[in-house]
C-alpha cells in the first residue's frame, strides 16, 4: 500500500487528502468522510484496511476541519456537500478507478453530507455510520448559527432532504447505529432504516464514539461491506 498526501480545491479554499493506493487494484474506490469537528485521521484505519483489500481509498478533511482551509464557523451543510463532490470529481479524474465503481463512507455528519452529495455524482454505494438528518432549513446556514444539540433533538421534518434522496436511491445503502448513541437520536436514524434498499447493523451497547471493543465490530460490518464493493461490482 502507498500513502499520499495532497490538496485539493474545494468550495471555500483548499482541502487537505490522503489517498490510501493499494498494491492489487479492484478499480473500486471509496471516499471517506468524517464527523463534525473532526478529520481525516479517524478514517485512516478503515483506509488502511480497504487499501488492503484493493480498494484506493481518499480521506477527506471538509472544510475548516483538520488541515483544510476555512473557518468552520463559515461553512454550511451545502458548502460541505460542494465539498464531497469536489473530492469525487478528483478521484475520478487523478485516480485509477472505474466510472461507476466510486462509493462513500461517511462517519456521523460526513455520512449525511455524503448521502446529499448521491444526488449530485454517481455514487455506487453508501456506508453510513449513525449518520443525523438536519432540517432542510439548515443545509444554507453557516454553522456559527446553531448547534447539532439543539437541531438534532428535532423530529425529522416532513419531506426532508436527505430522506427523499435515500428514498430514490436504488443501490446498496448500509447503516451501521449506535444503540445508546447520545448525539443522533434514535428517532433520526429508525428513519434511514425504514428506507427499503436500507441494510442496517446495530452496534447494541456503543454510544456515538466508538470504543476499542466497538471498532472492531464496526470494522467487521466494514468488511462485509467491502466485499459487497468488489464481487457485486465485478459481476456488472
Same mark, same amino acid.
Not at 20 to 36: A, E, N, Q, R
Not at 193 to 198: F, M
Given at each position: 500500500m502507498a500513502k499520499t498526501k495532497t490538496r485539493i480545491e474545494g468550495v471555500k479554499g483548499e482541502l487537505a487528502t490522503t489517498?490510501?493506493?493499494?498494491?492489487?487494484?479492484?478499480?473500486?474506490?471509496?471516499?471517506?468522510?468524517?464527523?463534525? $469537528?473532526?478529520?481525516? %485521521? $479517524?478514517?485512516?484505519? %478503515?483506509?488502511?484496511?480497504?487499501s488492503s483489500k484493493g480498494i484506493l481509498c481518499l480521506t477527506v478533511d471538509l472544510g475548516g476541519h483538520g488541515q483544510s482551509e476555512g473557518d468552520l464557523d463559515d461553512f454550511s451543510v451545502n458548502d460541505h456537500v460542494e465539498d464531497v463532490v469536489s473530492a469525487y470529481d478528483y478521484m475520478k479524474e487523478q485516480h485509477p478507478v472505474d466510472a461507476g465503481r466510486i462509493a462513500l463512507a461517511g462517519i456521523s455528519y460526513g455520512g449525511y453530507v455524503g448521502l446529499l452529495a448521491s444526488d449530485k455524482r454517481d455514487i455506487s454505494s453508501l456506508f453510513l455510520r449513525a449518520a443525523p438528518l438536519y432540517p432542510n432549513a439548515y443545509q444554507d446556514k453557516p454553522r456559527r448559527e446553531y448547534s447539532d444539540t439543539d437541531v438534532l433533538q428535532k423530529h425529522v421534518d416532513e419531506g426532508n432532504n436527505a430522506l427523499n434522496i435515500l428514498s430514490q436511491y436504488k443501490k446498496p445503502v448500509t447503516l451501521v447505529t449506535s444503540g445508546l448513541d447520545e448525539v443522533v437520536p434514535s428517532s433520526i436514524t429508525d428513519e434511514i432504516?425504514?428506507?427499503?434498499?436500507?441494510v442496517e447493523h446495530t452496534i447494541e451497547a456503543a454510544g456515538h464514539v466508538l470504543k476499542p471493543n466497538e471498532q472492531k465490530q464496526y470494522m467487521s460490518i466494514l468488511a462485509s461491506w467491502a466485499i459487497g464493493l468488489t464481487t457485486y461490482q465485478s459481476a456488472e
Open positions: 489517498t490510501y493506493m493499494p498494491d492489487d487494484p479492484t478499480g473500486v474506490g471509496v471516499i471517506m468522510t468524517h464527523g463534525f $469537528r473532526s478529520d481525516r %485521521s $479517524r478514517c485512516a484505519q %478503515s483506509g488502511r484496511y480497504l432504516a425504514i428506507v427499503p434498499e436500507v
